[in-house]
Nanobody, 122 residues
């Protein structure tokens, strides 16, 4: 059984930083890409970042490029999202997701975590 457990969310002031973690089990990271998605109230779920351990590829939404960094710790089977210079528009529930091969969007996800809430005060 695939299990993805997010942590690290919380309340931060605008301009601050948070690091989200996604602990993965029951999955081989060589076969799956891991993506971070977010969903704000009243908005659709959107892709934030994606990483493939097998290819070393990463990708970011335009809105977070230069501020967010995705990485993998293979020893811990954990995927991180370092978020810097946060602004109120970044506030959302952040989800970790696994998709075979590469991240194609929410409809292609094979397994979802339950999410962690990020709140940014102005």
């Amino acid at each position: 059984e695939v299990l993805l457990v997010e942590s690290g969310g919380g309340l931060v002031q605008a301009g601050g930083s948070l690091r989200l973690s996604c602990a993965a089990s029951g999955i081989t990271l060589d076969d799956y890409a891991i993506g971070w998605f977010r969903q704000a109230p009243g908005k659709e779920r959107e892709g934030v970042s994606c990483i493939s351990d097998s290819s070393g590829s990463t990708d970011y939404a335009d809105s977070v490029k230069g501020r967010f960094t995705i990485s993998i710790d293979n020893a811990k089977n954990t995927i991180y999202l370092q978020m810097n210079i946060l602004n109120p528009e970044d506030a959302a529930v952040y989800y970790c997701a696994a998709e075979f091969g590469w991240c194609s969007g929410p409809d292609g996800v094979d397994s979802w975590g339950k999410g962690t809430l990020v709140t940014v005060s102005s």
